[in-house]
Every structure is written in C-alpha cells, then in structure tokens.
C-alpha cells in the first residue's frame, strides 16, 4: 500500500493534478463521483475511505446506509475530460465496522471480486477472460420529451440515408450498408480513434474499431481479452470515454439497444475463456469446434439459465426491440460454430488453444457490467458443477442460419425472453445458481428486480407515437 501511495503522490506531482475524482457504481452501472482537492490526499483517505449514502446509489441495505468508498490506486487515470487536472480513481465500498470495515457484499465491484474467489474456489479455474464488443450510434441532433402533450423523440447523422436529398454532398450511407464503409462516408474516423487512444491510455488496450452496419452512425470499439474484474472496470471507462470524447466532436454517443427503427442495435457480445495456472481450460483438439467438455459444460450453464441472465444482461424495455429476427441479434436459445443467429457464437477464426472460446451475443451495454459478468461466470461454473451438455439439451449445434427456418421449424426452437417482465419472472423463478459461495446476495436480487418491476409499469404506462399511428384514428 504504502508503494501505491507514493505512486498516487508522484501522478499528483509530475502532472500538476489539482483535483481527484473518485468514480462510485450504482445499481444501474452509472458512474457517481464526489471530488476533493489534491493536496488533501494521505494514506488516511486510501485507508478510510470517502463516507456516501448507498441508498441513493439504488442499494437497500439493511444496515445504515452510511458507507464509505475505498479508492484503488490501480485504477488511476488521468482524466482527459477535465479543465482542471484531474486524477480520477475507482474503488469498493465499505459497510463501516468495529474494528474493521467489511465489504459491501451488493456493491457490484466486490460481486465480481466474489464470483472470481468463488470459480477458484471450484478448482475448475483461476482466471476468466473475457472480451466485450462495444457498439454505440453516433448522432449529430437528437432530442426527446415525454410531457402530458407532447411526447416524441428525433435524432440525426449526417452520414444517414435520409438525408441523400438535403446532405449536399453526396456523402449518405444506404440503409443497413455501413458496415466497414470507408471514407468520405465514414466522417467520424478521427473521433473514434481518438476515443481508442484515450482507452489505451487508460490501461485497456484496444484490438480494433469500425464501423457497423447501422447507417445512422453505428460503430464497434472491441478491446482485447481482459481478466474479468479489471474488464468490468475497464468497460465503465471505454463507455465513459465513448460518450465524452462524442461531446468534444460535437456528437451525441449512444449504446442504448435499440436507437433507431429499422436499423441494427447495439450488443455487447462478451467472448469467454477461462484458464487455471495459465493453461487454456476450454481448449481440446478432438472436442467440437475443439473446445473441451469444460467449454461445452460452460454453454450449458449460459443456455440453461439464459431466460434469468436476460433479466442481468439486457435490464431495459429497449433491450428486447434489438433482440428481434432480421438484424443479427440473437433470438434463439443454442449454439453453433460461426453462426451469428444463435444466442452463443463459437468464432471460427480462434484456432490457437490459449485463444478457444465462445461469445454470448445477448447481453447489452444497458446492463451493469459488474453485475453482468458475474451473472455469466456463475451460469457457466454452474453447467459445469452440473455437466450440463448443450447438445443432450437439444440445444445446437445449429450449424445453420436459423432465421432462414420456416415458421413450423422456428416453433421447436426455444426462444429467448420477448420482455424485461418476462425475463425478471425468470430471473425471480430461477437465481439460486447466482447465490452460489454467497456471490449475489438475495436481498440485491430481491431489490433489482423490484426496481426494474417498477420501470416496466411506469414505461407501460406512457403512450408512444406509434400507438398515435396505429390507434388514434379508430
């Protein structure tokens, strides 16, 4: 600690910070932060923390919602965003205690850290990896209101196929037909590489950017496999730095599900691995698509509980408008090699043993991330625990293009949740595999899904403009 320290004292000397920012999670996986000056900074700060009222973070705690926030100096970053120089931190909170604090077990940063001890625990692993695929919209105008008398939202890209009659130049991508689309047509080239630097600078490298399919400005920021805990921090920071790098372009950034009618939404496909003392554990030359038993097991855990692990991985009603036939969104319960239409994609292209691994195409960036890879760790650790085969299940491998399925076909096929209130009845008929080793307490459980039961009604409850067009003249 006391090297960390010093660390922190030196970032503070040799880059003028006048200001640092502790970064806190709520219950959504949305940043809060409470600032102090730096030359208040001493082991006393690292040591006891920055007091917050957890029950304004969403937690239902049943101590006293007084808890305080011990920052991490491995997550130190210079924040780029900032006018006055500023070293922001993460970190874990805290229940206070006689003589010691003790970990707020529904914070999600220490969930994760839970569901890591737990898989050692196991002696199935040590260490999962995993890789998040970030897809966001990029808008020049968008603007909403929902009021007793006006209720309506519009957005705009310059690059989008609407505006081929008042563009100018000529310079509009075709419906559905941006992906990889090159210059003049790609006009945020420079924005999003700038967003990759400030991500690597962060500490998370990158693999790639590009654009994707959505012609209204859709795009892809995929980093490179990343130990789970340090990835779920690092997914805070690439969406942190997503939607403020967008504001200094002028832009809007969105990873919200379902932005636009008609055109592609936005996933978060997260790749999974796991490996024990450095030795792949899902890879085996004679398995299918030659991942090993343990990898297979693994699927099974994730297809078996998929309908509850929706309620975690995709926790809006917007999530379910991008989980629909005709977009490459997954809507099928199964597993193949290379086939885009099923719920867990094994890539073709992950020939090498330590690279052996699958992606499970749901999840979406509407979901805390914390929350989310923990979910997905303990669905897996419990399809091996119970070696529950995929294909026994009558789960795949679907070597084929499912959507392509004449509708007697897709009938036999299990589907995925078709709403947030579907997938929270089966989040709340089935979550004993997420208690495991006390990982999610039931008390957050009980509490997640009573909010997100309470968002359901409210939005059920609010009129859309399509209902003006299919309804108001009946």
Request: hydrophobic content about 40%; some cysteine.
């Amino acid at each position: 600690m006391d090297k960390k320290i010093a660390d922190i004292k030196k970032l503070i000397e040799e880059n003028g910070i006048k200001m640092l920012d502790f970064k806190m999670v709520d219950i959504n996986g949305q940043f809060r932060h409470v600032t102090i000056p730096a030359n208040h900074f001493s082991e006393e700060i690292m040591r006891d923390g920055i007091g917050f009222d957890a029950s304004n973070y969403g937690y239902a705690v049943v101590e006293k919602s007084d808890m305080v926030f011990i920052p991490d100096p491995d997550t130190a970053f210079i924040d780029p965003f900032c006018e006055v120089p500023t070293l922001s931190m993460g970190g874990n909170a805290m229940i206070i205690d006689y003589p010691q604090n003790r970990p707020l077990d529904q914070y999600p940063r220490n969930i994760v850290i839970a569901a890591e001890e737990y898989m050692k625990s196991t002696g199935v692993a040590d260490t999962m990896f995993i890789l998040p695929e970030f897809e966001f919209y990029l808008f020049d105008d968008v603007n909403w209101t929902v009021q007793p008398y006006c209720i309506g939202a519009s957005l705009d890209a310059e690059m989008a196929y609407w505006n081929s009659s008042s563009q100018g130049m000529g310079h509009v991508v075709p419906k559905q037909k941006n992906y990889h689309i090159a210059k003049p047509y790609d006009n945020s080239y420079e924005c999003r590489s700038e967003m990759c630097m400030l991500i690597e600078e962060a500490g998370i490298p990158v693999k790639y950017h590009h654009p994707e399919v959505g012609a209204a400005g859709q795009f892809e920021i995929e980093p490179k496999l990343g130990q789970m805990s340090k990835m779920a921090d690092g997914t805070m920071m690439i969406k942190y730095i997503i939607h403020n790098t967008a504001v200094k372009y002028g832009k809007s950034a969105t990873l919200m599900p379902k932005p636009v009618m008609g055109e592609a939404g936005n996933g978060m496909h997260v790749h999974i691995l796991l490996t024990k003392d450095g030795k792949p554990v899902f890879s085996d030359d004679d398995g299918y698509a030659h991942l090993s038993k343990e990898a297979h097991w693994f699927m099974g855990g994730l297809l078996k509980h998929i309908a509850s692990l929706c309620a975690i991985t995709n926790p809006s009603t917007n999530s379910f408008k991008r989980l629909v036939p005709g977009f490459e969104a997954p809507v099928t319960v199964g597993y193949a090699t290379s086939n885009r239409s099923a719920v867990i994609r094994i890539p073709a292209y992950a020939k090498q043993p330590m690279e052996r691994r699958f992606e499970i195409r749901n999840p979406d960036a509407t979901c805390n991330p914390y929350f989310c890879y923990a979910a997905l760790l303990m669905a897996g650790l419990d399809g091996i625990k119970n070696k529950i085969d995929p294909h026994e299940n009558g789960w795949g491998p679907y070597d084929f293009n499912l959507f392509n399925l004449s509708d007697e076909e897709k009938a036999k096929l299990k589907g995925l949740p078709t709403s947030l209130e579907a997938a929270l009845d089966a989040l709340e008929a089935d979550h004993d595999y997420l208690m495991e080793g006390g990982v999610f307490p039931e008390a957050l459980i009980k509490n997640f899904i009573k909010r997100k039961r309470e968002e359901c009604k409210k939005l059920s409850a609010i009129p859309t403009p399509a209902e003006f067009e299919a309804y108001y003249n009946l």
